[in-house]
């Protein structure tokens, strides 16, 4: 298991959160391929592409998105 020091989790949930999401839509795009059996080629090529896009982004937007959300939102009593 890797030993990431905790401070360093936003990193590790910005690379995680936008691998899973990038995979997801990368799946829902390359669906027509199915038909073809190509669908794991072209999903695999346009996952990796999507997640070395999202990771920068995710990462960047997080602080903001983070005060927009404590902005719209309350804490309970």
């Known amino acids: 298991m890797l ?3 905790r401070h360093h989790g936003h990193f590790v949930f910005g690379v995680i959160q936008s691998g899973l999401t990038s ?3 990368a799946a829902i795009a390359c669906a027509p ?3 073809e059996a190509t669908f794991l080629r072209h999903w ?3 996952w990796m592409i999507a997640w070395a896009t999202m990771i920068p982004v995710v990462l ?3 602080p903001a998105i983070r005060r927009l959300v404590n902005l719209l939102t309350v804490a309970p009593d």
Do not use: K, T
């Open 23 to 25: 995979a997801v839509a």
């Open 60 to 62: 960047l937007a997080a």
């Open 33 to 35: 391929f199915v038909a």
């Open 44 to 46: 695999l090529m346009s």
């Open 3 to 5: 030993r990431i020091p």
